[in-house]
């Protein structure tokens, strides 16, 4: 029990020769602990306001990214396209008046020719031999005429005899003008100035009434016809715009109408439209063409929008989606005519307002959206 007592005794004494030194590491832990409750407020604020960006930028791409494209005024034009060919009035078959052995070719193929010009002669030696004859009976006749209308002025003769003598010299002139008219028959002239496009016999064979014998062509006045559905007969007029375009020559010529069809073709429902075209190299009859003609103009005050942005409602209605302060607006428009993608708007649209282009078809009415940048 002594020993116990002892025992006790000395660990008393030890406790209360250490107490200085528990304290201050005490108040050392105390003091590290009050700075780093500091450092901790200063990080959890920085924390907060971290987080609130983060959240922000999170709602911000969460949104659906759209572009927009703003709503001007301008101008608006539509065009009507159609095509057409090449042609020119003088553009002719040339054929033999009379039928005979072809006996000579004047000309060549790519020649200029000018009007009246002998293009080809028919063998005409039988017409030339028949001429002779009748010029020489012709002769004799005109010389008996002359004798009997001499002795009736005397009143020497027979009425019948004169008579006779003047009904022989008229049917011999008559039989010569008749083989001088087979005789020009027999030369092939030019009808007009052009070009010879094409000859189509040879030189001995036999040339007829109906077959022909060269192509003529003057390309000075050439011109475009075109066929045009009778739905556009009140807005196309003489005068209006035209474009037209030559693909196989990569040419376009701006010109007019110049002439607009009275007549309505039954089989297609189709009237006639005629655009003079000045000359230029290469322009051949027949060639395709490509005629842009304008039947619609507005000046200045036109509001159109790409016909992509145009949507339909179930019902068939036309309605887009404008962009107002960061939310979406469902629009019902009225649209007009439509050329090349895009749409003139007759109501629903002021200049100036954003519609929405890209994304206008991921949006309701009234849902936040946010424009890429």
Known sequence: MKKVAVVILGLFLMACGSSEPADAEMQALLAEKDSLMTIKKEVDKRLKFINQQIGEK???NSLIQI???KVE????????EVYGNVESSQNV?????????????????GQKVSKGQVLGKLDSEILYSNLNEVETNLELATTIYEKQSRLREKNIGSEVEYLEAKNRKESLESARETLLAQIEKSQIRAPFTGIV?????KEGEMAAIGMPFLRIVNLDNVYIKADVSEEYLRSITEGADALVEITNLDTSIAANVDQVGQFINPNNRTFKVRIN???IDQ?????????????FELKEEAIAIPSRM?????????YVMIYKDGVVEKRMIKTSISYQASTLISEGLKDGEILIDKGARSVNDGQKVAVAG
């Not at 078959?93 to 193929?109: A, C, F």
């Not at 145009?310 to 036309?318: A, K, S």
């Open 58 to 60: 999170d709602a911000n």
């Open 67 to 69: 572009t927009t494209q």
């Open 73 to 80: 005024k301008g101008d608006f034009s539509h065009f009507l």
């Open 93 to 109: 078959l040339v054929y033999p008046e009379t039928n005979g052995v072809v006996h000579e070719i004047s000309v060549q193929e």
């Open 197 to 201: 496009d094409e000859v189509f016999p």
């Open 277 to 279: 075209l000045k000359t």
């Open 283 to 295: 322009l051949k009859p027949n060639l395709l063409a490509k005629i842009k003609i304008k039947d």
């Open 310 to 318: 145009i949507q339909q409602t179930p019902e068939g209605d036309d």
